[in-house]
Every structure is written in C-alpha cells, then in structure tokens.
C-alpha cells in the first residue's frame, strides 16, 4: 500500500506558476506508476499527467502539454507536477493517484489507480 499526501497548490495569477507535490510512503512507490488528476466544481475528475515507474515514460491530456511537467524522484519517494502558464480553466482540486502496475496502460482511466492522496486546490485567477 502506497499513501499519498499532496501539496503545493494555491492561488496564482493567469500566467504564472505552481509546483505540486506527492510524498508517498511505503515501500513500494518506486514499483508504482503514478499520475495526476484534477476536478473542477460539478465536474467528473479528469486525467492531467501521468509517468511510468521509472519516469522514463510520460503522458499528458491535450490542454496542458507544452505547459505541464510530470516527473518524480523515487530517492525521495515523491512526485512532481510542474505547471507553468497558468491558465483560469487549470483550477481545480488537484489528486495525485498511483497504480499498482509500474507500466502505464489504462493511465487515463482513474480506475487504473488503486490509491489516492486527499487533493490540493489549485486557483488561478484571470
């Protein structure tokens, strides 16, 4: 079992950036492909990011390719999300997710995720 605890979010104007962070515990995060979700108010939880075991593989959903970067660091068993050009259709409620697979497949689906952190808000402001 990985358990997941996300920061980093907040409030920032259109244009700026945030870092977001995952730290996993447990013993098996290096073992576990990893992504990022997010939702928005009245939305479903939509996939943004996600990277293979080794972070040699990355995926990301259209609207933030070229803009967000997903990367993780297993010394420290956390994960990454760097977003730079903040746009206001970014805010959201932030979910980091892990898999119990290290190879991605499903990677958009969440049901390809077995656990998930608590989530951390992210506001962007026009």
């Known amino acids: 079992q990985v358990q997941l605890v996300e920061s980093g979010g907040g409030l920032v104007q259109a244009g700026h950036s945030l870092r977001l962070s995952c730290a996993a515990s447990?013993?098996?995060?290096?073992?576990?492909?990893m992504g990022w979700f997010r939702q928005a108010p009245g939305k479903e939880r939509d996939f943004v990011a996600a990277l293979s075991m080794t972070g040699r593989s990355t995926y990301y959903t259209d609207s933030v390719k070229g803009r967000f970067t997903i990367s993780r660091d297993n010394a420290k068993n956390t994960m990454y999300l760097q977003m730079n050009s903040l746009k206001p259709e970014d805010t959201a409620v932030y979910y980091c997710a892990a898999a119990a697979s290290g190879y991605l497949s499903d990677y958009t689906r969440s049901t390809f995720y077995t656990n998930w952190g608590q989530g951390t808000q992210v506001t962007v402001s026009a």
């Open positions: 447990g013993r098996t995060f290096s073992s576990n492909a």
